[in-house]
């Protein structure tokens, strides 16, 4: 089976809609995805839990979402909220998530 991880690092939220289209379209197709929220991207998770975007919450609700960057939730000033998202936090990497197990666990990596 195909495997591939988003690391989103965009904050713009018409960029990510692309990436929660494909995500749950290659779920859908039988692939393994993740997605793991990075850099600016970071913000989105509220914007998108306080309009009630549905594709963010299929992607919720399917499980796709890995984890959120614990350094860039702080610097970006939303840590506390992110911390009680549902999405676990990762700071593995220097308070970032790495890509490193990822690969070895034989996912394609796509940064948007």
Do not use: R
Not at 35 to 64: H, P, Q, R
Not at 85 to 105: A, K, R, T, V
């Amino acid at each position: 089976m195909k495997k591939v991880a988003f690391f989103a690092f965009n904050g713009e939220q018409m960029c990510f809609m692309h990436l929660l289209l494909n995500a749950v379209d290659m779920h859908e197709k039988g692939m393994e995805v993740k997605i793991v929220m990075e850099g600016k991207a970071v913000k989105l998770i509220k914007e998108l839990e306080e309009s009630n975007n549905k594709m963010y919450k299929k992607a919720k609700e399917l499980n796709l979402f890995d984890s959120v960057c614990k350094a860039c939730s702080a610097k970006m000033g939303v840590l506390e909220y992110n911390e009680n998202c549902g999405i676990p936090l990762n700071g593995d990497l220097n308070g970032h998530p790495p890509m490193y197990p990822y690969i070895s666990e034989g996912y394609e990596i796509i940064t948007l």
